[in-house]
């Protein structure tokens, strides 16, 4: 207990997170669609030869790319510049809550946001955020980006779909506890 009682007494280090900036971005919240794959012909295929799969992987190549959600891209990526955020270091945290449209058949005595069970997936909508943070220039990696939530919503009665991003960053309080006992002030 003496032990444990010391240990309290010294200063203590504290982390605490500190938003930098919450960003709304009106518009349809759109997912970071998965590469896909094209297969191009390389070469013409002689007919009088025997096709076999070995021919085929002679003359065929695959193409990857990965399609763009091109407008909502850019009202986040024109979001982050206007922001003026600087290149942050260390540990970020990202907020994100995505809140989309409203159904017209959908019930009106539910009057305020409700959860949004379908696609798409969360996960995706976070990539896209993630990816242009780091492609704009506001953290070095998109790795950095350790804590946070996603939350998905169908917005209130006559609330437009928008995003809401907070982004924070974590400081350190130094917060001094009593003095050890026998110390000089």
Known sequence: MKEYQARTERPVDQWAWS??????????????????????????????????????????????????????????RSAFKRSQLPMLE?????DCTFVMGRPKDFCKTIGGRYWFP?????DNLDKLILDLMQETGI??????????SIEKFYSAVGEPAHAEI????????????????????
């Open 118 to 122: 379908r696609q798409p997936d969360r």
């Open 19 to 76: 938003t930098r900036a919450v960003l709304q971005v009106m518009g349809r919240p759109k997912p970071q669609p998965r590469p896909r794959g094209r297969i191009l012909i390389a070469k013409r295929y002689e007919p009088s030869a025997r096709f076999t799969i070995r021919t085929f992987l002679d003359l065929a190549r695959v193409h990857m790319y990965q399609p763009k959600p091109a407008e909502w891209r850019a009202k986040i």
């Open 166 to 185: 907070s982004i924070a960053t974590l400081v350190r309080h130094r917060r001094l506890g009593p003095p050890p006992a026998g110390a000089r002030p």
């Open 90 to 94: 260390g540990p970020v945290k990202v």
């Open 139 to 148: 953290v070095e990696r998109d790795s950095q980006i350790c804590a946070g």
